[in-house]
């Protein structure tokens, strides 16, 4: 037996009593006639203590050969700490050692195995199995591992049936670029390995399994992005008999049971915008509603005073920055600077300052009288001390332009609180989105999404202008999960596909299967899938997700650890090639 | 809103209620002037009644309209029913149909949608989404969703932590073939699917996550055998500063769990047994226990008795099989052609019935005495009634025809019983065994495997000797469960690979990261892994794991109803042709 107790569970109540621990050598203070040693698990630290007159000359001789990172396990008697650490559980006692045992050696690390290190990233990667070890990152693969077991509970709970689906499918390319396998068995032919189950999902709903949910990792071979890894874990769900109410009440629950679970948060009903309104609020349709800052449109009351900039422009635009008319002409410049950022891309930025006298100070004061800005006070909701920021353009490139203004700002300020909770739904989703590069239309969430019934028309005449059934949960400006009421009968899903630009041959090819199996009596269903690894970065007061992730992959989609992925010898290529049938 | 009751809510405490219920149509009984239908989804049955004098024309005409599998929603009251049905929770009531929505027509299914269905595998397997309606796959999905559930939150509340490992990783072959994954990002390289997370649980462990666990998908690009899928699930576990005696505690613990809140069943402390043990008793290395039948080795009293067939053998070897000296000649022949056939391969069987009135009938009466017989029936443990049976040859062969006849004369007589457990640890496995066709020693269990301390000397001489501190879990006949307490220095590791025929640069280059990691402080460390879907099917009673799986691949390797795998366009041949480097 390795050990009586962990390293964080010995107290004052034990003091007399001999124990064994197993773990890691933290720290080390050698005083020549007396040695302590921090002992570290999992579970905390414990102090032993090695101390000449109480300890054998051969005990003392084994303590002084101890480097950082060796693991050992000692035996000894609990007593009562000198100088008592407040801090930690195991802070009243230490170990008074009695028998050491030096189970492996450790090279020096490479960093520190502190909770601030002094590891650069790169290099924690290259060890992750010593990153880990650190607390910030142990804590956060703890804390994933609560939210999944609060997920799973809370689903079974509410009836919702695990079912896990395949990995090795039928390529059904939806958006991403699919991951290929090529199959042994099937000389020439590939598997692919799933964007999501979504086709897998609604066939359980033909097949009557009511509520289904899975845990489940997702492919795509892409690009890494920021915080974006090829493969993603995906908590999915489906459920039949559901209107839209019924997706967004459930999964309201889900994420206000998480709050209360994980974040010990109450939160109220999730407000609901509808994506026009979000996108005319804030130019986002993932606001963080955490900060005000609405946009306010301006056409009415800055176009046509002269200033020729606005008046070209399909949409003039503000916000009002709290606090900000006290920014330096050098803070301004710079905000100037910001959004000009090829990044962002816009041409300038017109500002006001509204001052605590309540006149009005702007960049375009030879065009707008002080009446004039007190108008743009009114509709930005400006007060004395607040800054009103402007810009214009076409409307879709500024809102966007602005929202990535008013994050910053949000940033800057302090208003974008990692311990406040701030959860939207945003609904009513376009069904369809305009592809500039393809010319023709693509599915804005995916091909199965119904329409809004009264908007059924429209897709002959403005597909564009088509609302979908379709709603994203948004928690402190990151979609945290999306889904859709989907369609549930074969001609409506073969007029969506034509709609697409699929023909009747390969929407058939390609989604056959599915639109069989809607023959056969398919429920009307919906469902929504979230993004546990953004859930979880998000519950655990970041936006990064890697550090919740045990073994991300690094920028060129390597494994950090280990080397992934590697070059195939020659009998590996020559039977590749022989499976793709290329000589 | 679609229901306000499922199929399997409503009884007589509803009468007089209004509600709403939506499912699929099972039955209809039209007899004109009333109509009966049974409503049913994932929940239950509903029996829905149109009455001619009750239900106005328009409802009894479209009611008329109904087939099977019809998805509808109805309103109306919950009223007495006539003739109860006490089989069924809802058989006391009907719904005595007041609006009738039809939500998606079905062409008639393939076949029919009952408990016993008339429809062949190959049938059900290409509707599987029918299938999965039925009861029978319907209960074994929601089986297998109660088991995962039982086997996390115990896991969890042992403090173990569910930690995802990467899908796409280094292929680092082990024994089965990998299936690769060709990377976009990195030209000529490959990704491999894990066979296990084994690997990155080692790391986890120099990590210091202490206890790990994870339901996870691994993959194999085999030949598919019977009953084994090219993806399978799989519990996975790893604890730090065990000993096998702890990792067999926690994990009869577990199994123990599973008995008691999924079959009710209580079992005592779980008996052990070596390999060698196994061996000689039952042939096996995962014998079923549920009945005797156990191997009595018949060298010295079968041996040198005049009968040449069994002298020149290495081993003699015989079983009683109880009840079984009523056999006629017919049946006897028929087990002796069993045994001969080439799946066995046997030359033939001795047999002696041990009659009723204490006397011995046996084939080779013409070599054996009734007091020769006698000592068969003492060693193989026969009573009156019992039939002996008796096979000869090379011991590691005889040993495992004779466990084929043992396991098949089980079945026959119904010795093996699914609602009976009988759990059983194999322990103390050989570390190698001897490969025929490579000539070299491999890994019985895998390379990372400890040999046992006092054998390790063995290693030089006869490395064929030594035991693993490895052991599988066998419960009724099936291995559902196996482990090892590992290597956890690097120094041994590479004596490991050493003796495995691995060159210091073949072992370097493919298991350099978890060497390197032992040199930073590796605690000792085992682990098990359960199969998933063996151990359901073990436990919902059953040795076929198909049943609980959603979507099975069939014998081609493709998924049964989503045509998996597809051939590749020209472009994404073209892709991958670059990608693996040939023009």
Not at 51 to 67: C, N, P
Not at 297 to 304: H, Q, T, Y
Not at 518 to 525: I, L, N, S
Request: net charge negative.
């Amino acid at each position: 037996m390795y050990r009586s107790h962990t390293c964080g569970q010995l107290n004052s109540s034990k003091i007399g009593n001999e124990v064994t621990l197993s773990g890691w050598v933290q720290k080390i203070r050698n005083k020549g006639f007396m040695i302590w040693v921090d002992l570290r698990d999992r579970y905390g630290i414990t102090q032993l203590i090695f101390d000449e007159e109480r300890s054998s000359e051969d005990l003392m001789k084994k303590a002084a050969t101890l480097g950082r990172e060796f693991v050992i396990q000692v035996k000894g008697e609990v007593i009562e700490r000198e100088s008592k650490n407040p801090n930690i559980a195991t802070g009243e006692i230490e170990v008074l050692v009695k028998d050491l045992d030096i189970l492996n050696a450790s090279l020096t690390p490479p960093f520190t195995i502190e909770d601030e290190t002094d590891g650069g990233e790169d290099l924690r990667m290259k060890h992750r199995y010593l990153d880990i070890r650190r607390n910030p990152v142990k804590n956060k693969l703890v804390f994933r591992h609560k939210v999944g077991m609060q997920v799973r509970n809370f689903l079974s709970n509410q009836g919702f049936i695990e079912v896990e689906t395949p990995y090795l499918i039928k390529s059904t390319p939806e958006g991403a670029r699919d991951f290929v396998v090529p199959s042994r068995m099937n000389e020439g032919q590939f598997y692919a390995l799933p964007q999501s189950p979504q086709t897998f999902k609604q066939l359980l709903m033909v097949g009557g399994m009511d509520k289904y949910f899975q845990i489940v990792k997702c492919f795509r071979d892409e690009d890494l992005r920021a915080d974006r890894q090829p493969e993603f874990t995906q908590i999915d769900c489906e459920m039949a008999f559901v209107e839209q109410e019924d997706i967004l009440n459930i999964f309201e629950g889900l994420t206000r049971h998480l709050l209360k679970e994980i974040n010990n948060v109450d939160v109220d009903t999730f407000p609901r915008m509808t994506y026009d309104e979000a996108m005319r609020k804030y130019g986002n349709d993932k606001p963080d509603i955490r900060f005000g800052m609405e946009f306010a449109e301006l056409n009415d009351i800055a176009k046509n005073k002269g200033f020729n900039v606005f008046d070209q422009q399909e949409l003039v635009v503000g916000i009002a920055v709290p606090g900000a008319a006290a920014y330096t002409r050098k803070q301004i410049d710079a905000l100037i600077s910001w959004v000009k950022r090829p990044q962002i891309g816009a041409n300038g930025l017109v500002w006001a300052k509204y001052n605590e006298d309540a006149s009005l100070k702007s960049s375009v004061d030879k065009f707008y009288s002080q009446e004039d800005l007190q108008e743009w006070a009114k509709a930005t909701g400006a007060n004395p001390g607040d800054l009103i920021l402007v810009m214009a353009g076409d409307a879709g490139k500024t809102r966007s332009q602005l929202s990535a203004l008013r994050m910053h700002l949000g940033n800057e300020l302090g208003l974008r609180k990692a311990d406040e909770f701030a959860p939207l739904w945003v609904i009513d989703f376009p069904l369809l989105e305009w592809d500039e590069e393809t010319e023709r239309y693509h599915a804005m969430h995916h091909p199965f999404t119904s329409p809004k019934v009264e908007d059924i028309p429209l897709l002959e005449t403005d597909p564009g202008k088509v609302r979908a059934n379709a709603y994203d949960l948004v928690l402190n400006g990151n979609e945290i999960g999306g889904g859709s009421i989907r369609i549930h009968d074969k001609e409506t899903q073969s007029k969506m596909f034509s709609h697409l630009g699929f023909t009747e041959e390969e929407a058939k090819e390609q989604f056959g299967f599915l639109m069989n199996a809607f023959q056969y009596g398919a429920p009307p269903h919906g469902g929504i899938a979230f993004g546990f690894d953004r859930l979880t970065a998000i519950l655990g007061g970041q936006e990064t997700i890697r550090d919740f992730i045990a073994f991300p992959k690094n920028n060129a989609g390597r494994d950090v650890m280990i080397d992934a992925p590697s070059k195939l010898d020659e009998e590996q290529l020559k039977e590749l090639s022989l499976k793709l049938n290329i000589e």
